[in-house]
């Protein structure tokens, strides 16, 4: 029988909080995204998160810890158990589905036959095929492309496929057919977890990416939390890149959206219909987008303080059965050398009028949130992870 009628799970994107054990071996200690940005910046203040635990597991500077019994949330640390630090391993594992090895990443450029194949079947050369920063290579290769009409193809430290184009010389949905062509051929032995479409528009010193971005994923290896609470009868609502993240697979609906501000207003309309049973997800991209990608420590203080004003609004929202998630699925330090993502810890905080506010033992794995949630709406699940679902209520 379900505990709870809906369950909202928001993903602040890249918000680790402490480098894990083997994090040196992806080059990453030291990072801590939320501790040293927050140094960085000489303090934040995000008193609401803190209610909910978040400054009991990271030190925050600007933030203290909360008392026991100030708390309003269930509070823990989450390891990662998935090798690797991208989205989407990231996200399929508070799915339910651990991956045993990273998916494929091209530190030094595609192979020739993938771009060989590529190029024969949009029908023009292409520009780049190397390992680079998104914003810095539309400004290194956008005027050339501008010339020659040849996309941008570049890739990071992630599973990703990436085509920059310039809307005036290569329309979207163009660019969305190049995309559809490089997810087809980057399969097999040159897989890639994601392909992504990245417009842009301007004049060579000052280029910019649009919000016509758009990700064309891998289909999760094996049923996920979001296949599961559908296939019982439940809706499950994709804010953001989470429908993109899960290849579509079971969501009953879909809500695209440009940037943080639009998916928590997305989520908390959502939660304000009170007829509907089931998930809310959402990802919020852009502290990791915008902020950690870019390393801008204020740009990520910034829209962390606006995530947590906004949080009372969304608490506000929740009724008698439904509980509210709030997690991360990897790091992006805005202080380091780096703009990849971090090898890091996140958190998971819980609240909602049923929760008991108290600290979890540490986690091993994001799957105990697809199990948790899972036994909190009454159904069936067959991922990994352990359910915390007793722990959680009072």
């Given at each position: 029988?379900?505990?709870?009628?809906?369950?909202?799970?928001?993903?602040?994107?890249?918000?680790?909080?402490?480098?894990?054990?083997?994090?040196?071996?992806?080059?990453?200690?030291?990072?801590?995204?939320?501790?040293?940005?927050?140094?960085?910046?000489?303090?934040?203040?995000?008193?609401?998160?803190?209610?909910?635990?978040?400054?009991?597991?990271?030190?925050?500077?600007?933030?203290p810890a909360r008392p026991r019994d100030k708390l309003?949330?269930?509070?823990?640390?989450?390891?990662?158990?998935?090798?690797?630090?991208?989205?989407?391993?990231?996200?399929?594992?508070?799915?339910?589905?651990?991956?045993?090895?990273?998916?494929?990443?091209?530190?030094?450029?595609?192979p020739p036959e993938v771009i060989e194949a590529f190029?024969?079947?949009?029908?023009?050369?292409?520009?780049?095929?190397?390992?680079?920063?998104?914003?810095?290579?539309?400004?290194?290769?956008?005027a050339e492309h501008m010339r020659t009409g040849h996309?941008?193809?570049?890739?990071?430290?992630?599973?990703?496929?990436?085509?920059?184009?310039?809307?005036?010389?290569?329309?979207?949905?163009?660019?969305?057919?190049?995309?559809?062509?490089?997810?087809?051929?980057?399969?097999?032995?040159?897989?890639?977890?994601?392909?992504?479409?990245?417009?842009?528009?301007?004049?060579?010193?000052?280029?910019?990416?649009?919000?016509?971005?758009?990700?064309?994923?891998?289909?999760?290896?094996?049923?996920?939390?979001?296949?599961?609470?559908?296939?019982?009868?439940?809706?499950?609502?994709?804010?953001?890149?989470?429908?993109?993240?899960?290849?579509?697979?079971?969501?009953?609906?879909?809500?695209?959206?440009?940037?943080?501000?639009?998916?928590?207003?997305?989520?908390?309309?959502?939660?304000?219909?009170?007829?509907?049973?089931?998930?809310?997800?959402?990802?919020?991209?852009?502290?990791?987008?915008?902020?950690?990608?870019?390393?801008?420590?204020?740009?990520?203080?910034?829209?962390?303080?606006?995530?947590?004003?906004?949080?009372?609004?969304?608490?506000?929202?929740?009724?008698?059965?439904?509980?509210?998630?709030?997690?991360?699925?990897?790091?992006?330090?805005?202080?380091?050398?780096?703009?990849?993502?971090?090898?890091?810890?996140?958190?998971?905080?819980?609240?909602?009028?049923?929760?008991?506010?108290?600290?979890?033992?540490?986690?091993?794995?994001?799957?105990?949130?697809?199990?948790?949630?899972?036994?909190?709406?009454?159904?069936?699940?067959?991922?990994?992870?352990?359910?915390?679902?007793?722990?959680?209520?009072?």
């Open positions: 029988m379900a505990a709870i009628d809906r369950v909202a799970i928001i993903v602040l994107d890249s918000l680790g909080i402490g480098a894990l054990p083997d994090a040196h071996q992806y080059g990453d200690e030291g990072s801590n995204t939320l501790g040293n940005l927050s140094r960085a910046v000489g303090g934040v203040s995000l008193p609401n998160l803190a209610d909910l635990g978040l400054a009991n597991l990271v030190e925050i500077a600007g933030t309003v949330g269930a509070h823990t640390v989450i390891h990662p158990r998935s090798p690797g630090k991208d989205t989407i391993a990231g996200h399929w594992e508070i799915g339910g589905v651990v991956l045993d090895k990273p998916i494929k990443t091209y530190p030094t450029g595609f190029t024969a079947a949009i029908g023009r050369p292409i520009l780049g095929n190397v390992a680079a920063s998104g914003t810095v290579i539309i400004e290194e290769l956008g996309p941008i193809v570049y890739t990071s430290a992630d599973s990703v496929f990436q085509i920059a184009a310039h809307e005036e010389i290569i329309p979207v949905e163009e660019l969305y057919r190049m995309c559809a062509i490089a997810r087809q051929i980057c399969t097999g032995a040159n897989t890639v977890g994601r392909v992504i479409a990245r417009p842009f528009l301007g004049q060579p010193g000052s280029f910019h990416r649009t919000e016509r971005r758009k990700d064309f994923s891998l289909a999760p290896p094996a049923p996920t939390l979001l296949d599961q609470v559908s296939q019982a009868g439940l809706e499950v609502i994709a804010i953001g890149k989470i429908y993109d993240i899960f290849d579509g697979r079971g969501a009953t609906a879909h809500r695209k959206t440009r940037d943080n501000r639009e998916g928590m207003q997305q989520t908390l309309e959502v939660l304000r219909r009170k007829e509907w049973r089931g998930l809310v997800f959402a990802n919020l991209v852009d502290f990791d987008q915008r902020y950690g990608h870019r390393n801008d420590p204020r740009g990520y203080a910034e829209a962390l303080r606006e995530f947590d004003a906004f949080l009372p609004r969304l608490r506000a929202t929740l009724g008698q059965r439904d509980l509210l998630i709030i997690t991360a699925d990897h790091g992006c330090d805005p202080t380091t050398p780096s703009t990849d993502h971090s090898r890091e810890s996140v958190p998971w905080l819980t609240t909602g009028p049923g929760v008991r506010p108290h600290r979890l033992a540490d986690r091993d794995t994001l799957a105990d949130i697809g199990a948790t949630v899972a036994e909190l709406l009454g159904v069936e699940y067959q991922g990994a992870g352990v359910s915390l679902a007793a722990e959680l209520l009072q």
